[in-house]
Each structure stands twice: as structure tokens, then as C-alpha cells.
């Protein structure tokens, strides 16, 4: 049976760092942390992942501020309020809420963004320092959760083989990249990956990212495999992963469970890339 990995100690652990790092920028330069989040509309799940954010910098001595604004803002206005969140001196984060309203392009919106402002690593300059390795970049938040609930099991990433089930711009390519980074040895599948359960079965760490609910059953998962499970279904009234939890414990050595799991870890990143913007800016 499965050991279960606990996202939130590992994030606790993540948070300690974080206000450490945050009380010493406070001390030794003046600078107080601040992070922005920018929500359009009232859909009510990001209302809820903005309040967490909220919570979370409360926790580490970051200082938080939510613009919102409503579901009939025009793009030219959206970016109107990045440029001038940009220009703040006193604003080191900004975080942009998706999805925004139908008729706004969100990749126009998102490259609007300042790349060292960009703490939700998705501006085309951090995307490519992500490419080539290069640290002084933001990579996107819930991959590098991932990659640190991996090592929280204390394994060796390098040489395993492993296998991601989803492409997003979000969550699929950039883990792929790092699980590079890290030497592994890496295949993502999607949609029209030809006999996935075959392919899946190879994967000594396995990252289900395809949102859709327990599509992976038990019999996908490699005996020992370390499971990471990024999906956030809602079933009848429940959460529910991408994982078929139950049968792929009784194979997997690790697994994450829904919620507890990869969850708390995205908001942990957000904080750490949020203090580190902070540092950068006042080392300049």
C-alpha cells in the first residue's frame, strides 16, 4: 500500500522558509513583499483560490492586495491596470486570476505583464529561461510543487523514468521540463497518445494533469511508482483527483492524495516566487 505524501507538511515546511526569507528582506533592506492579484468577474472557485492566497501571505509577512475588478472590463482597461501594476514601485508580484471573461485574450493579458513581476511564471520570457535552465526566472507554480513533493519521498528523480499525462501550458509541459532538469528520463501523453495504459505503466514517478476524473485506474500505475495527482474534479459534491485513488495506492510506493496533496503546494510556490521577485528587485 501506498505512502501517503502529505502536501501539507511539505508546504508548512515551504511557508517557514518563506517568512524567514521575508523577515530578513524586511530587516536588512526595508522592503516589505507585496503581491498583487488581479481577479475579473465573480466565479466563485476564484474567489476561493484568491482568498487562499490571501490567507497564505498573511501567514509568511507578505503583504497582499486583491484589485477587482468586473466581468464586463474591456481588455484595453485589464491592461490598462497591469501597466500601472507594473509601474508601482512597491509591487513586487502580479498574479493574474484565470480564466478572465469570454472576449479577453488571456495570452495578450498575461505577456502584459513585467517577466520579473511575473510570480506565476507564464510570460513568455520566463517560460523560455524555464527552457534553458537559467534560476533567475519564475516557473510556473503547481510544477514546482510537484517536483518538491517528489523529492519530499527522498528518492532520486535522476535516471528514473518518467511519464506526464497532460500538455498544458500550465502544468504538463513545464513539469516535463523540470523532471528533465532533475535527468530524468521523460514521456508526456495526451489525448492522442496511442495506448496511454501501455505508456503510462513505464512511468517509475507518474503526473496525472489531464482533468478529468479518476481517468487513471490502478492498472496504469507501474508497481512501486510514485503517483502525483494534479486533478481537481468536483462529483457530486466531492473532490476527486484524476487518479482512481483506491486501486492505484495498492501499486504505487507514493502517492498524493485530493485535496491535501498537490493543492497547498501551488499557493507554498506562489509565496516563495513572490519573496524571491521581492529579493531580486531590491538587489538592482
Not at 170 to 197: D, F, R, W
Request: charge should be positive; charged fraction near 25%.
Amino acid at each position: 500500500m501506498a505512502e501517503i505524501i502529505n502536501g501539507k507538511a511539505v508546504a508548512l515546511k515551504i511557508k517557514g522558509e518563506v517568512a524567514e526569507r521575508t523577515k530578513a528582506l524586511i530587516n536588512e533592506k526595508r522592503v516589505s513583499p507585496k503581491l498583487v492579484v488581479v481577479l475579473v468577474g465573480d466565479d466563485p472557485a476564484s474567489k476561493t483560490y484568491v482568498r487562499n492566497k490571501e490567507l497564505g501571505c498573511a501567514e509568511v509577512g507578505i503583504l497582499s492586495k486583491t484589485v477587482r475588478l468586473p466581468s464586463n472590463t474591456t481588455e484595453k482597461e485589464l491592461i490598462e491596470q497591469i501597466r500601472a501594476l507594473n509601474n508601482a514601485r512597491d509591487v513586487h508580484g502580479i498574479l493574474l486570476q484565470l480564466p478572465l471573461p469570454k472576449g479577453v485574450n488571456e495570452v495578450k493579458v498575461l505577456n502584459e505583464i513585467l517577466p520579473e513581476k511575473d510570480v506565476d511564471g507564464l510570460h513568455p520570457v520566463n517560460m523560455g529561461k524555464l527552457i534553458k535552465g537559467e534560476a533567475d526566472g519564475f516557473t510556473p507554480c503547481t510544477p514546482q510543487g510537484i517536483i518538491e513533493l517528489i523529492l519530499s519521498t527522498g528518492q532520486e528523480i535522476s535516471g528514473k523514468e518518467a511519464v506526464v499525462i497532460g500538455r498544458s501550458n500550465i502544468v504538463g509541459k513545464p513539469i516535463a521540463l523540470l523532471l528533465l532538469q532533475h535527468n530524468a528520463t521523460v514521456t508526456v501523453c495526451h489525448s492522442k497518445t496511442k495506448g496511454l495504459e501501455t505508456v503510462s505503466r513505464r512511468g517509475e514517478i507518474l503526473v496525472a494533469a489531464i482533468g478529468r476524473a479518476e481517468a487513471i485506474k490502478g492498472e496504469m500505475v507501474k508497481e512501486g511508482a510514485i503517483v502525483i495527482d494534479v486533478g481537481i474534479n468536483r462529483v457530486n459534491g466531492k473532490l476527486k483527483g484524476d487518479v482512481e485513488y483506491d486501486s492505484a495506492a495498492e501499486r504505487a510506493s507514493y502517492i498524493t492524495p485530493v485535496p491535501g496533496g498537490v493543492g497547498p503546494m501551488t499557493i507554498a510556490m506562489l509565496l516563495r516566487n513572490t519573496i524571491k521577485a521581492a529579493e531580486l528587485l531590491a538587489s538592482k
